[in-house]
């Protein structure tokens, strides 16, 4: 699969977004944020992004899948 110039861009100023489920993703800063998402609280270069992710989506799964009730 072809990157896309933004997806290449390292200086791009990036964006962590998170959806309705849950999920967590990056977003290049200079787009529009998707239907379905929004801003999740961090904004900066590509690796601050994937690491706040990491340090603030507790669960990657969507919420209600794959848990067991106790």
Do not use: F
């Amino acid at each position: 699969m072809k990157e896309t110039s933004w997806e290449a861009a390292e200086s791009t100023t990036w964006l962590a977004v998170r959806n309705e489920q849950g999920r967590h993703s990056i977003w290049p800063a200079g787009l529009s944020v998707p239907p379905g998402w929004s801003e999740a609280g961090y904004r900066g270069d590509k690796p601050g992004c994937l690491e706040w992710i990491s340090e603030n989506w507790a669960d990657p799964r969507p919420a209600g899948v794959g848990r067991v009730a106790t």
